[in-house]
């Protein structure tokens, strides 16, 4: 099974990255201070993470912050008893 930060960042790639756009895309890296995903993608992020884990995610800890790197996603995700 694939971990869980790879499952967040092949989500980020595949639902954000324009075709053709060779940005690296790690763990770390930027998300929404970055410009790789907006207001509107981190709504789409968060119902995604919901669905897949079956989690609700309060709009209190729905921060840029929190989805601003895989790395965060994942340590909020961790407060809900998702592990990797």
């Known amino acids: 099974m694939a971990a869980l ?3 967040i960042l092949d989500y980020v790639k595949n639902e954000y990255l324009e075709e053709g756009d ?3 895309v790690s ?3 930027p998300l929404i201070s970055g ?3 907006d207001s509107f993608s981190m709504v789409s992020l968060k119902v995604f993470l919901e669905n897949k884990y079956n989690i609700q ?3 209190a800890k729905a921060t ?4 601003d790197s ?3 996603i994942v340590n909020l995700l961790k ?3 998702i592990n990797e």
């Open 35 to 37: 410009g790789i995903v």
């Open 27 to 29: 763990y770390d890296t």
């Open 22 to 24: 060779d940005r690296e």
């Open 79 to 81: 407060e809900f008893g």
């Open 64 to 67: 840029p912050e929190a989805f």
């Open 57 to 59: 995610i309060p709009d």
């Open 5 to 7: 930060k790879d499952i």
């Open 70 to 72: 895989v790395n965060n």
